[in-house]
């Protein structure tokens, strides 16, 4: 059983950056797929970036292709995800998720762990 804990978030002025942090225990992630999703209110999760087990394949949806980095240091047993040039359609909060498998996968519903989510607002 793994557990995530995300952190990093905040507000910040549309441009700007951030730096979220996802930290496992429990269990090693170097045999999990690892991701990043995002919800607002009344609306489903969606997957932001993905990474395999050991890095070596990423995948990001369109909307943050050139301004998100999803990497991990499986020796920290760590998530990371850079995002830069914000803008307010970011805001939402971000959520880790683990999958017991080393493959990606691109839905929330094959992610088998789940941190509690971090909020991050981008003002215009």
């Known amino acids: 059983q793994v557990q995530l804990e995300e952190s990093g978030g905040g507000l910040v002025q549309a441009g700007g950056s951030l730096r979220l942090s996802c930290a496992a225990s429990?269990?090693?992630?170097?045999?999990?797929?690892m991701g990043w999703f995002r919800q607002v209110p009344g609306k489903e999760r969606d997957l932001v970036a993905v990474i395999n087990r050991d890095g070596s394949s990423t995948y990001y949806t369109s909307s943050v292709k050139g301004r998100f980095t999803i990497s991990r240091d499986n020796g920290k047993n760590s998530v990371y995800l850079q995002m830069n040039s914000l803008k307010p359609d970011d805001t939402a909060v971000y959520y880790c998720a683990a999958r017991s498998n080393i493959f990606i996968a691109y839905t929330a519903s094959a992610y088998n762990y789940w941190g509690q989510g971090t909020q991050v607002t981008v003002s215009p």
């Open positions: 429990g269990d090693t992630i170097s045999t999990k797929a």
